[in-house]
């Protein structure tokens, strides 16, 4: 089995543990693979059909500091700030620290409701890019939630209804999949350690394929209410061979008392 929710959200800081694959009698069709048939992850990137970059399949986050701390940076961030370190506003950082004293008790993630754009893809569950015409489709199994990036022209929403998920529109610059995306409710936090997030948020995100199974998402977070400036951190992706997105129930056999949340 993945690491339960109580691993993820509520201890937090613990090791993440090892997935286990499933469907070990099917493994993944029409992947390069070496002689002793394990999938070649260093392999040449696919393309479509019109020569881009094929970002498709599924992929999970490799990188555990991120389960914690999504402002966790390699080098440093857009901003020139230091790793770990990103440019609260006053109430921001306030709330952050809040946040951080109560051990997440209020996080939503603990209560089964989904974390929102960027940190949906940073969890280290596994997640399935779909391109077809006109949209990119992608299927996360934490939380059995979707999006739909749209990449047929259209404009974001000026007036959204605002949601978790967002509105995300996609396009390709170079050999990077660029998605904005806006719209949200401004409830989600932005990590377990709780940077929060405001309806003022937007989202952008370039998924790079550096091989066949290796991907780097970039994801700045422009959010001017909450924060003095933008700020970027890299999360890399790695291709998830001869296994399948899996039933998630957040709930499910839940072992932990029930905290309310905060009204």
Known sequence: MRPTLAVLVLSALGAIPAMAAQWLDHPTPNIPRLAD??????????????????????????AEPYVVNTSTER???????????VPFKPWAETLFRQRLA?????DPSAHCVTGGVPRVSVI???????????KVVVLYEIYQVWREIFTDGRQLPADPNPTWMGYSIGRWEG????VRSSGFNGKAWLDPEGRP??????????FRRKDFGHMDLEV???????????????????????????EYVCNENNKYPRVPLAR
Not at 102 to 106: A, E, I, P
């Open 220 to 246: 700045t977070i422009d959010d001017p209410k909450a924060y003095d400036d933008r700020w970027t951190v890299m999360v890399p992706l790695t291709y998830f061979a001869d296994t399948e997105l899996l």
């Open 175 to 178: 050999n990077s999949f660029v």
């Open 124 to 134: 280290p569950y596994p997640f399935r890019i779909i391109t077809i015409p006109g």
């Open 75 to 85: 080098d440093r961030n857009e901003s020139g700030l230091e790793p770990g370190k």
């Open 37 to 62: 048939g394990r999938p070649d992850l260093a392999a040449p990137v696919p393309r479509l059909p019109d020569g881009k970059i094929d970002i498709s399949g599924l992929w999970v986050a490799t």
């Open 102 to 106: 109560s051990d997440g008790r209020d």
């Open 197 to 206: 997030s405001t309806t003022a948020m937007a989202v952008t995100e370039r």
